[in-house]
């Protein structure tokens, strides 16, 4: 049997594990993954952009390995091209497109996962969301006046 002291040591250990692995998820659940903020992309839509960026073809099975650790012909199957769509509607303002490869996945151009990979080392957003913020900030200006 063990006594008191060795209960308490043994529950003071496993609350310090607990604690570790919570600092983990908290981490895990504001991790952008390299990607801007104001991107504004999900754990599962950086996942997906991360397997965009670095492969010429993303497989359904592949996309669904990296998100949910399996694969399915299930519900996810819907929930992923959700989630690519969701996707093709943030990087659109990034000059970007994912293509739906039939029977395969999805995959992107060279020269966009290019333009992507760009501006993220320079950090500057692509003239076209320039435009449209400096439009934006002239449309509540005027709006003002």
Same mark, same amino acid.
């Given at each position: 049997?063990?006594? %008191?002291?060795?209960?308490?040591?043994?529950?003071? =250990?496993? @609350?310090?594990?607990?604690? =570790?692995? %919570?600092?983990?998820?908290?981490?895990?659940?504001?991790?952008?993954?390299?990607?801007?903020?104001?991107?504004?992309?999900?754990? $599962?839509?950086?996942?997906?952009?991360?397997? *965009?960026?670095?492969?010429? +073809?993303?497989?359904?099975?592949?996309?669904? $390995?990296?998100?949910?650790?399996?694969?399915?012909?299930?519900?996810?199957?819907?929930?992923? &091209?959700?989630?690519?769509?969701?996707?093709?509607? &943030?990087?659109?303002? *990034? @000059?970007?497109?994912?293509?739906?490869?039939?029977?395969?996945?999805?995959?992107?151009?060279?020269?966009?996962?290019?333009?992507?990979?760009?501006?993220?080392?320079?950090? +500057?957003?692509?003239?076209? *969301?320039?435009?449209?913020?400096?439009?934006?900030?002239?449309?509540?200006?005027? @709006?003002? $006046?």
């Amino acid at each position: 049997m063990s006594t %008191i002291v060795e209960q308490l040591a043994d529950l003071r =250990a496993e @609350n310090e594990e607990l604690k =570790a692995q %919570i600092k983990e998820m908290q981490e895990h659940l504001t991790d952008t993954g390299g990607f801007p903020p104001e991107w504004r992309l999900t754990r $599962i839509e950086t996942v997906l952009l991360n397997l *965009l960026l670095r492969r010429e +073809r993303v497989s359904h099975e592949a996309a669904q $390995i990296a998100i949910y650790g399996h694969a399915s012909e299930g519900p996810e199957t819907a929930t992923l &091209k959700q989630h690519v769509f969701n996707l093709r509607g &943030k990087i659109k303002r *990034l @000059n970007a497109e994912i293509k739906s490869v039939h029977g395969v996945g999805y995959a992107m151009d060279v020269d966009e996962r290019r333009r992507i990979l760009e501006q993220l080392e320079t950090g +500057r957003e692509p003239l076209t *969301l320039s435009l449209r913020k400096a439009r934006e900030a002239k449309t509540s200006l005027t @709006n003002a $006046i």
